[in-house]
């Protein structure tokens, strides 16, 4: 069901569910990529004239409230970008939430304090969660899942609640989904996956499930190390998953069984320590000093992973290439975002999926319109190239 299908919203509170976990330094939101993605389902429904209580959570707050992730500056820039005031309730489901709910006239917008301040929103317990989901329901008529990042998450606003309310998929989730089944339902070809980020084990099915499906395989990041040390390089005080070597040994042999190209870096940026200001050289994998670090991918493995992506039809990227954040570590995760937006403008379809991977794109001053689609979702967005059952998407189906 869309939103189309919950009929005149009306004077109806509307409980919206959106993922507007952004990064934040003090009070500063520094990419709001996120709160944005979420800006056209909340201004629709209440240009619908339905009052909308947006509910969300903020890091990982084990249950019990915590100033730092407190959504009170996200309230804030939800108000500009939405051109409207938003009225921020102080607690979740307490009398805060109520009252404002209560005040709420057609067209309003709340925005309730971080789900996860309550310990029901993720008990493993699911008449734990049942029971914190009963007290969000009573305070709406309707049940708008729109935070495509949760969707891969069993949790109470995200699945829960569904079963307690009328309730519809909201634009962006519809987006994503979408978006996402171009890649998994007969991809135009070549097809390859860009893989990045500190740990491989992260990673696990998603490349089970990617030997089966991409024409070519990328990977960079901390998690590349474990490749090279399953391919005998020594990789000096990189990262490293001895645990996974021999796994990754078994996929470097599938993926020559079915032809899968996989590629690997040819050189490294390594570092003395993980700093910027750290002592650094560009060396070739085989000869990663043993005192030294892999920071980033080096200057030949850009231009070859460039020349690997330069005749693709369609590619996912998850996870940078390096340590971006700092400036010497950058060009490797800059190199990839440029090969895409090249390819992008010839016509391919380019997806970045992954808050990291978004908000290192935008870091590196490239902007959302050059890729074909930023995803909002990180692990969800994996889970779903995985396969797996998103249970925020299968409860709405049972609805
Ligand atoms: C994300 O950041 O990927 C989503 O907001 C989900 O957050 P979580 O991994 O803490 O559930």
Redesign the pocket.
Known sequence: KSIADLGDLRGKRVLVRS???VPLEGATITDDG?IRASVPTIKALSEAGARVVVCA?L??PKGTPEDKYSLAPVATRLGELLGREVTFASDTVGESARSAVGAAQDGDVVLLENL?FNAGE?AKSADERAEFAGQLAELADAFVSD?F??V??E?ASVFDVARLLPSAVGGLVETEVGVLRRLTTDPERPYAVVLGGAKVSDKLAVIDNLIQTADRLLIGGGMVFTFLKAQGHEVGRSLLESDQVDTVKGYLEQAQERGVEIVLPVDVVAATEFSADADHEVVGIDAIPADRMGLDIGPESSALFAEKLADCRTVFWNGPMGAFEMAPYAAGTAAIAQALVDITSDGALTVVG??DSAAAVRQLGFTDDQFGHIS?????SLEYLEGKDLPGITVLDES
């Open positions: 993922d507007l976990n996120r959570h890091g990982r996860r993720t935070g990042g949760v891969h998450r949790q992954g808050g909002t979702g990180g692990g969800a």
